[in-house]
Nanobody, 124 residues
Framework: VQLQASGGGLVQAGGSLRLSCAAS????????MGWFRQAPGNKREFVAM????????YYADFVKGRFTISRDNAKNTMYLQMNSLKPEDTAVYYC??????????????????WGQGTLVTVSS
């Protein structure tokens, strides 16, 4: 399993970015896919998760109403649409995957597969 995250960059507060995560997974539609982020000096934290294609989505409270997770199974790609960005959203964003549901989906240790990360910088 390989994950490739992209789409990060520099944006002003209030702006938008869309992150992508291309996955080399033959059964992509059945995988649990998530986004995490890590700011300098902080632990990696949960952002959003899509249980599987057509399944439930879960968000961290601090992104509810601003970020949307989605996936395109035909392209084996997951997305994170980020709107109304704030300076505190500045972090390296990682995509992650696991092959089955876990009630601890918010914990990074539940995910065995990780992308390399893409940096998002939000200026004030």
């Amino acid at each position: 399993v390989q994950l490739q995250a992209s789409g990060g960059g520099l944006v002003q507060a209030g702006g938008s970015l869309r992150l992508s995560c291309a996955a080399s997974i033959s059964t992509f539609s059945s995988f649990v896919m998530g986004w995490f982020r890590q700011a300098p000096g902080n632990k990696r934290e949960f952002v959003a998760m899509n249980r599987w294609s057509g399944g439930r989505t879960y968000y961290a409270d601090f992104v509810k109403g601003r970020f949307t997770i989605s996936r395109d199974n035909a392209k084996n790609t997951m997305y994170l649409q980020m709107n109304s960005l704030k300076p505190e959203d500045t972090a390296v964003y990682y995509c992650a995957a696991r092959d089955r549901w876990s009630t601890s989906y918010y914990s990074p240790i539940q995910y065995p597969y990780w992308g390399q990360g893409t940096l998002v910088t939000v200026s004030s």
